[in-house]
């Protein structure tokens, strides 16, 4: 583990960025419960004595257009000069969208037609995750969903100019909510591996994140301490560093409809096919279009979670879900995948699904979600 990634920040720290005087006028984006729960608004109630404040509470469980254009709305009017974005995921995406200049006209049908173009940003955006984490503070795109189907904006003007990890807002995240989470970074990292359009660098950027996670993903789930939460933070961040980079394969393509249709968390969504998917790969990685070795990526992914061969890795995934508390079976959650299924394939982002090592055809997702 390289030391320089080993930083996390206190609320102290925090309290000194903000008190700088070129911010007049913040604009708080955070979730309804997210922001009692984590204690983030034992932070930022008290700064209403002293800088302007506009508060907006997301309430819709993930990123959707009708909520976003009322954010969007409200932005506009108010004209922050820093958007603070305090929560998960869908919360940090939302502020990255809404911060872009002109972003509301015809947004639907730009988004549609992926023919959006970015202009600059409406002001800076600092980005504080809640969870541990998608590792959204760090990527340059955001995810919305359109009449339940999900779009992603891409550009640099979405990153966040600044993102602080404080592990004290994460540790009291419910049991459900970490190991969802938690399981997104272990996912994000273990994608990135494989993805086609995995470099050098995001390779040591998922190694690094799965070093931090897989030690203390368990832990941080039943017996959360503020180190554990520091080092799955930085776990998260590090898994979205990689994703920058190397973008997600077919679990995270797959998800997508999971939590439209059926209101599953992002990272349980992804947790319910990744071991299917990574024994797909392997099975069939004399077809692989990587210009890298896939078999030399799967030793890596081997050696990292100590097992020795595909079937020892889809057990140790089997095994990491229950212990974490993630229901994996169709039945159970009350999804009748063979009845459900086109539903399910007609919300699949085939745009993901261009990143994955082995090209899929439908009858391969299909035989893949009926195993
Ligand atoms: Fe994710």
């Given at each position: 583990?390289i030391?320089?990634?080993?930083k996390?920040?206190?609320?102290k720290?925090l309290?000194?960025?903000?008190?700088d005087?070129?911010?007049?006028?913040i604009?708080?984006?955070?979730g309804?419960?997210?922001?009692?729960?984590?204690g983030?608004?034992?932070i930022f109630?008290?700064m209403?004595?002293?800088?302007?404040?506009k508060?907006f509470?997301k309430?819709?469980?993930y990123?959707?257009?009708k909520e976003?254009?009322?954010?969007i709305n409200?932005?506009?009017?108010?004209?922050p000069?820093l958007i603070i974005a305090?929560g998960?995921?869908s919360?940090?995406?939302?502020a990255?969208?809404?911060?872009l200049?002109?972003i509301e006209?015809?947004f639907?049908?730009k988004?549609?037609?992926?023919?959006?173009?970015?202009?600059?940003k409406?002001?800076?955006?600092l980005a504080?995750?809640t969870?541990?984490?998608?590792?959204a503070?760090?990527t340059?795109?955001?995810?919305i969903?359109i009449?339940?189907?999900?779009?992603s904006?891409e550009g640099?003007e979405l990153?966040p100019d600044?993102?602080?990890?404080i592990p004290?807002?994460?540790?009291?995240?419910?049991k459900?909510l970490?190991?969802?989470?938690?399981f997104?970074?272990?996912?994000?990292?273990v994608?990135?591996?494989?993805s086609l359009k995995?470099s050098?660098q995001?390779?040591?950027?998922?190694t690094?994140?799965?070093?931090?996670?897989?030690?203390?993903y368990l832990e941080?789930i039943?017996?959360p301490?503020?180190n554990?939460c520091?080092?799955?933070?930085?776990?998260a961040?590090?898994?979205?560093?990689a994703?920058?980079?190397?973008?997600?394969?077919a679990?995270?393509a797959l998800?997508?409809p999971?939590?439209?249709l059926?209101?599953i968390?992002h990272?349980h969504?992804?947790?319910?096919?990744?071991?299917?998917?990574l024994?797909f790969n392997?099975l069939?990685?004399?077809?692989?279009l990587?210009?890298f070795?896939?078999?030399?990526?799967y030793?890596?992914?081997?050696k990292?979670?100590?097992?020795?061969?595909i079937y020892?890795l889809?057990?140790?995934l089997?095994?990491?879900k229950?212990?974490?508390?993630?229901?994996?079976d169709?039945?159970k959650?009350?999804?009748?995948?063979?009845?459900e299924?086109?539903?399910?394939?007609?919300?699949?982002?085939?745009?993901?699904?261009?990143?994955?090592?082995?090209?899929?055809?439908k009858t391969?997702?299909?035989r893949?979600?009926?195993?």
């Open positions: 583990m030391s320089k990634w080993l996390t920040n206190s609320i720290d309290k000194y960025f903000l008190k005087k070129k911010f007049k006028k604009f708080l984006l955070t309804k419960k997210s922001y009692h729960l984590s983030a608004n034992k109630d008290r209403e004595k002293y800088k302007t404040m508060f509470f309430s819709s469980p990123p959707e257009f976003l254009k009322k954010l409200e932005i506009k009017n108010f004209n000069d305090v998960g995921g919360v940090i995406d939302y990255k969208i809404a911060n200049q002109g006209e015809n639907e049908k988004i549609k037609n992926n023919s959006y173009k970015i202009k600059k409406i002001s800076k955006l504080i995750p969870t541990a984490g998608s590792g503070e760090v340059a795109n955001a995810v969903y009449d339940q189907i999900k779009y904006v640099k990153k600044v993102h602080f990890l004290e807002l994460i540790i009291k995240n419910p459900k970490k190991s969802s989470a938690g997104d970074a272990i996912s994000q990292a994608e990135s591996i494989i995995s050098n995001s390779l040591i950027y998922a690094e994140s799965l070093d931090l996670s897989l030690s203390n941080f039943k017996k301490t503020l554990n520091k080092k799955m933070s930085i776990a961040m590090l898994s979205g560093r994703i920058s980079i190397s973008k997600t394969t679990p995270h998800s997508y999971f939590t439209s059926y209101n968390s990272g969504a992804v947790s319910l096919t990744l071991e299917k998917f024994k392997f069939n990685s004399k077809k692989s990587s210009n070795n896939l078999n030399d990526r030793q890596k992914i081997f990292i979670f100590k097992v020795r061969n020892e889809e057990n140790c089997k095994k990491l229950k212990d974490a508390g993630l229901v994996d169709f039945k959650l009350k999804i009748n995948i063979k009845s299924y086109h539903n399910i394939i007609d919300g699949v982002n085939l745009l993901r699904l261009k990143n994955n090592p082995i090209k899929l055809a391969d997702i299909k893949i979600l009926f195993e």
